[in-house]
């Protein structure tokens, strides 16, 4: 399939993993190069290891574009690595006192998922306390990940009343008036634009302007005109069009809402071409 990219100029990417995107076959360098002429405003590099961080930064750090955030993801909570990983987290959050512009911007992804194991259930909710704590302590906010854990989700959220976002949301528009209740962005990803995804599209039409945000999951997750292709930053368009198609309202409008909200969240300011 002949690979298309769709920019609505000044969106910002809220969710990506640069760093895997070799592993699908795609080249970064000249990706970044293309959704900077595209008009994005910002990609949001998101860690799954606390031991990934340095090198993600090094990979990417001189990139205008890219902020970085650190985390360790709920399918990486084995027993013998997490002590180690949350020791790297907290020194990846001490650089934060540097106010350098490669320091995390947020701390994730974190959090529950029973899709493919339950082994370790509880291992991962205590790692969520621990790394929400940690948010807490150098006030960054949460990039929450939930898959097949939407009781142990919610009540979490209840426990702790974090202050983050709800990424790549694909529960049904109950599950996300209760995000929103707790106070949560919540973040649409490719799979809003699914066929079967009537839930998703429900539950996008219900959020408020300001507590709205899209997002790749790039190099997964590719929007339907994409579907079968690895997907990166460039797919943006087709997210932010398709909430524009069901909100009844210009794309132009939901890149300034969605760049405005990721600003606030993550205390970044939009790149732009002529500010560069
Ligand atoms: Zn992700």
Redesign the pocket.
Known sequence: MKDASRYVAGSIDS?A?LELFSRRGLDTAPLLREARAGGLAGIID?GVLPSDFDRRVSAFGDQPLVSFTVGLHPTSCEPGRVDAELTLLEAALETRASADRTSPVAVG?VGLDSYHSTEHVRLQVDVLERQAALAVGHDLPLILHNRASEPQMLAFLRRTRPRGVM?CFSQDAEYCARCLDLGLYVSFGGNITYRSSQDIRAAAALVPDDRLLVET?SPYLSPQAVRGTANHPGHLGFVVEALAALRGVSAVHIAAVTRANACALFGITPWSADAA
């Open positions: 969710h993993h998101v992804e990424h999951d």
